[in-house]
């Protein structure tokens, strides 16, 4: 089973640059979880594949 953390979680995590928790806080939805591989991917999409 794989850790989901909340958007809270995420968007305070140290896991992520500054610019990446801003793009998390912004596109993630409070009342679900995510998983570290799925906040990554939203991250990507957002940046076009950068």
Do not use: C, H, Q, W
């Not at 993630?28 to 594949?49: R, W």
Request: no cysteine.
């Amino acid at each position: 089973m794989t850790n989901s953390f909340s958007k809270a979680s995420l968007v305070d995590s140290k896991t992520f640059k500054p610019i990446e928790r801003d793009i998390l806080s912004m596109k993630l939805v409070d009342s679900k979880m995510y998983t570290i591989s799925e906040a990554k991917k939203i991250i990507k999409a957002f940046k076009g594949g950068i």
